[in-house]
């Protein structure tokens, strides 16, 4: 079986609930940030939502990602890690059931979970323990998916792990090997603070496509112009998508900088919004439309993600839908 994109990332499950200031102020956690938590911090969070109707799906930035090309009807695999437990076997089934496929072996202690608290201003909080997820290591990687793939996506969350930037650089490493493009997402401003010089070096070397969103940009850069980030990160970079939220995006393709118009949506709730914008960049760049075009689908996606609630598009786009972007 052929793949469109094979990710890399974290395997958690996203459990997500709308919640009061006074409650975000409360647990004592910043605002629109995220912050790694252990056990016991999670199992705090978890009580303090007690009673409030929450929803949960298989998440994880990259993971995310997978599924939103997935959903648009492309082909994808995926390498993330999970133990054998009710919340590992609930990733497995609701991934498998959107027909991503994913075999990694399951590891000992507990799966990882993303809490993620909206506010009423759309903003959301999240807060990841990664349990398991921490371990996925270089052995997980499976070059025959690789090789099948037409790009591998690797989100920048993994290298706040020693396994799992072993797992990153692997599949990177594979890629490169089998002549699969490689796309790559800084995925937040903290890990630019730790990582800078080394996202810049795969920047300038095998990364193929860079999703940034503008603060990215400026921390990778040290420009503020959103086209003076765009163009710097082009001159080493194959191709480059920068979001600016309700000012759209910015796509960098054989020179040319293409701008694109952000969705006339009302934001309720941000999450997974440039997970879905990635996810319709690579289905549509995998999947016979322009660059454009692709970057049309994709902020059409990432609208209809902030116009609900959670980060799995609950009104999918019809074959219609995505025949009308080739016109």
Known sequence: MTYDVYGVGNALVDIQARV?????????FGKGLMTLVDEETQRKVLSAIDGVDVSRCAGGSAANTIVGIADFGGKAAYAGKVSDDAIGKFFLEDMRRLGVQIEVPPGAGDSGTCVILITPDAQRTMLTHLGVSSTLGPDDINEEDIKQAKYVYVEGYLFGSPDNRAAALKAIELAKKNDVKVAFTVSDPFLIQHHRDEFLELIEGPVDLLFCNLEEGRALTTMTDPIDCASEIHRHA?????TLGPDGSILMHEGQAIPIESADVKAIDTTGAGDMYAAGVLYGI???LTW??????ASQAAGRIVSQLGARMERKFTPEELEALRK
């Open 20 to 28: 009061s200031d006074e409650t975000l102020n409360d647990l004592r």
């Open 238 to 242: 194959e191709n480059v998508a920068l």
């Open 286 to 288: 995998t999947n016979g």
């Open 292 to 297: 454009k075009q692709a970057g049309h689908l």
